[in-house]
């Protein structure tokens, strides 16, 4: 029994997913892929020899009645359109990050996969499934520090391509904070607000950098986030929760620890990829054993995706503003609740 | 040669100076004492075995002509009136904290201790003398992360007195932050904004508890300080700094390792007296040191008392407008003018 | 392309790695099993739904010619002749520890390895493949530390089962690192001795406990390994290499930091299946793909099951005499001949 | 009330006891010096303006019937002279280690101090003030981890002088392991081995380093603890205590954190003066208190002197056999019979 996937968008992720699903993870096989560079999906079926069908774009790849999941790993722009097909197709989608653009975007694949009425959809937050965040979660939901209270984080990046602008920082970096302290602490947000410290001279003219965002939940637990993408010094994500009776942190990688010259040490890493590497397969593989062995999703929904989209639209409009901004959600279909841990006790 | 020393207040930090010098320090002498509770005066000599004499109030006793030094330890609202009279007596002082209760009545002092020409105030901020706070100071002054951008500083208690009101936050807690942080970086304060979280269940009803200071500083440095009083699992002191080039992070004090039970962990304590004690040892050798080797004291100056009083008020106004507050200082004589570190080159 | 595994043994590991083989990793099916309790290996086949035939013994299983590599992961006795057999029949063989019970035994496999003419057999010897084993390794063969000397390690179980006695210290527990340090430091072993320390009250009078192995290297590294195997508090691996330049260090693995209650603490796992899990997983991927792709074998080869042995046996006679034993091992064949890492160069 | 204080021996130690003293310590005043280097005697008396007498030989300066407390700070082979002339003038006695150069030499001061019939010595082994060890020796006491059955220590220097000699890595070195490892554990050795490892290149042709040398007490705990005196990378002292219920590791010091350049890394000092720098502090202080509050010494006894002879002398012949050596010491005379701690119950 092997889930049969297809591809769009064989780009930087949309390679590294087709590599795992390959090579490292059990149960799947790549047998279509598309992109609107065609040379770049040629390239991929080759180098890891895929038995695959190269289609000409996302539609007739969905239509290919063989594929039972589709992996939509093209641009941010042009995710929604292939989401709300697949759902049309009723196939089972793992789209990456953003599920659209917009807040609008994401309604609408919502309330597609609503009215199909089974959940087909998981957004590639896949922070979710690194071990340090999940014994966090764990921690929080057994209760070990109470009710959360503030929480203080940081994602830095050594540097970043000339590119990236002062709102990137909100939609390819803040992001995965975004949505993956509300999991942690089963809350939502209700306001943002940016600061501007000093500004390092590592940063291009046109970047902001650093920043440091304020977040406030329904419960009133306060989260500041320190983006920081030219820090130099490694990639770096710091998450402290803290509640009423303890503090959590999320430990740094595991390292060799060297005593040379006057120093302890270990190393950082140095980039993303190998920080959530594990992360990435434990994600992918949780999403093929769902669908193969229950027909359905778990992990990040489209309501995740739709949370995200208003909260980072928030964020930008808070950058701008320099007030804080509230963040109005819509109400949370029945669909798309989670049972809550039960009641916390303090033991 | 032994420094002859009269202390004004002999309640519990008083006490503690007291045996500190008689007890642990080299250089010094107590040979006078006064409290307005005479008996505590009273007891405090029979229990060090001081040869001193009882004086009625702070009046007399800075009159004894035998004495070099005089230590303020009285409360509060005293403090700035035995100072006063101190300075024109020409005595040395050493004051704890606060120099006085109002930014007039430390400019009043300032203004004496200029009209007499040297200087005479040292202000009881210890944490300048801490080993870990003052290798994060050599670091910076070294250069070793480049220009400061971010702070994120916490202060947690376990738990404190009914008696302790949300502006004590402040005037008792956030205070040592305030006169450590901008000698850590070399930097004055321009804004302060203060936001309340999540309360926790252990705060009494009259106490808002954790609270989040936002300080940003001339240069830029946005700083944000934690202040949590009923934190309950020790007294935690944390502060990070995030540089162009690198990142500092005060240590957690020393403690034997424990592997027991499925656990690695070490003991974190509970009490500031315990975490400081060697910081206020330092700090009182060091002053009398100075007088007595160089006919000076150096450390945190009268200025450093005014600005911490200017910074205070700002963040208690904070506390209850919920805005941004601006901290506007006078001018620094040049009679406080330290030399700043050699212009910072990367290595 | 996948690769036609044969499973010989489906006990405890023998059902883990036809679980990872089927659940978590890529290119490799399960297509037959045995064992001598043939209801054992029927539950595997269901459990994991695996399409596969179930052969009455090892003889039939390697018969079959769809089988291109065999898993051999029954008792240790039964080793030597299902590889023996399966070198016959030219297959690839992963095969559990111990290659063989003897020394003799693990000759017999290299010679008939050797008189096929290519790498066929991988011994299980996981710890290659966890990523702070491997990390150590990179940082000696990058001579971070210069030559090692002296290496500390301990091996501690929180308890052992009632039927481990003193002799499985080694050749269940120290055999671990008796292959895993000497592939560290591409050293081997001219000597052992065992002393036994005070025993523990929790092991059972028929178990000494703890013991302290030392070895000795050809280049003179001096090693001592505790063995501890009811050390109650958990399953604790250290490894320290102390070279001539500094010194290297197993990371502890990474668990979120809690401070609550006056303690600063983190979890240590209680069993080796959690602590090695990972690294049985790059094993076995790495044996997948490097047949798969290479047709060839990597990692722990018959001659490191060879050494293994007679170091092992060396050391069990230690520990009956008391003295120290020396291990004389045959001459390296050029057949197991690694390329040694370039001279080192102190940088 | 102060404590006066002659100074026999004004090297290095000598001059950083009185440079204590008389700065950093209460309750003390060094009244009378001697030096078989007048010179020397009479430039520390001039760099600490001390109003002292300079004595020409010890026999005068312990006649000064001012003095109370002598310090012998000469060297080694001049110690057991000098201690006996300060018994026989009832002057209490601050002795740097070693008491005596032989084990009887030890026990003409044990005969003399008992004939004497109250405590007059305490010998300079200052671990036992250090905090980190004085926390094992706590949680030992408290039964944190019951009965201790394994240690593995490590004394490293980063490098030593040429004079340095194979034994004067048991002399000098170990000699502060010998003392507080048995503190620590209250329990008293009986054999010690040595195994010499691999060679450093960084040592000079006469001496061998690193060593391990084995010890063994009473109750059966093993003692592995490497000596390496060119070490290079700094000065680190590490403990780690295996119990029946757990374990305990001396802590690292304190040092701020450092992230740069793909590093967390922190400073590990160079020197002992340093590392011990506040455990010299509190012995000293500890010896100054305990004759002026109690008209008495506490603190390592004469006895420790000798039973530190003893197993160091059992050491080096151990050095030259190869062999274990036994080490038989007399039995501990009441008069320096401590009261154990209560017996252990777990908790
Ligand atoms: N979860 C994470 O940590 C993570 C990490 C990296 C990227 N991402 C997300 O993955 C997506 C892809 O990022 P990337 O770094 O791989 O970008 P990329 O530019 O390397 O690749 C995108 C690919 O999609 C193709 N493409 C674009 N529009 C298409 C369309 N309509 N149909 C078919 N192919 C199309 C492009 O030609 C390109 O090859 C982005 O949305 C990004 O935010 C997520
Ligand atoms: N630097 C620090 O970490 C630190 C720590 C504790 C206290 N303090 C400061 O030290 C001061 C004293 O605090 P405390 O905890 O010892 O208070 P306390 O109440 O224990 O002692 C104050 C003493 O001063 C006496 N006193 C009050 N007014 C007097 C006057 N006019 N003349 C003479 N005696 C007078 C009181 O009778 C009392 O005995 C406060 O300003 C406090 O903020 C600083
Ligand atoms: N690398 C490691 O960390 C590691 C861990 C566990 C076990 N092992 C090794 O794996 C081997 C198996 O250990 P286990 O814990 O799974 O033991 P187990 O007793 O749970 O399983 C062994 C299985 O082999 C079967 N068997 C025995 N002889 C057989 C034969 N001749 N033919 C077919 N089946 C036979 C038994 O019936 C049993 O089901 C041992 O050699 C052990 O040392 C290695
Ligand atoms: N506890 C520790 O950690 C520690 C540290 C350093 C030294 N020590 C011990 O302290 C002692 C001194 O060591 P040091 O490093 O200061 O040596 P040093 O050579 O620097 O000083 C010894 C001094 O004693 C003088 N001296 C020698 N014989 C004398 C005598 N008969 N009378 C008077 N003066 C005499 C010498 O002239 C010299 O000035 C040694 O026994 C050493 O082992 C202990």
Redesign the pocket.
Known sequence: MTLKIGV???????RDHIRRVTKSLAGAEIIAV????QQ?AEAVIKEFKLNATLYK??VDLIQDSRIEAVFI????Q??ES?VLKAIEAKKFVFC???LATTAEGCMRIVEAEMAYGNPLVQV???RRYDSGYKKLKEAIDQNTIGEPLLMHCAHRNANVAERYSTDMAIH?TLI?EIDVLRWLINDDYVSAQVFYPRKTKHALPHLKDPQMVMLETESGVMINVEIFVNCTYGYDIQCEIVGEEGLLRLPDEAHVQVRKGGQIGKEIGMD?QER?AHAYDVEVQDFIDNVLDKGTVSGPTAWDGYIAAVTADACVKAQISGVKETIELAQCPDFYKKEKPAAKVVY
Chains 1, 2, 3, 4 share one sequence.
């Open positions: 769009i968008g064989t780009g930087a992720i949309g598309t992109d609107v560079n770049a774009d996302d790993t093209s641009w941010g042009a995710h292939s990456e990050k953003p590639g937050f896949m390819d995965h993303w959530f």
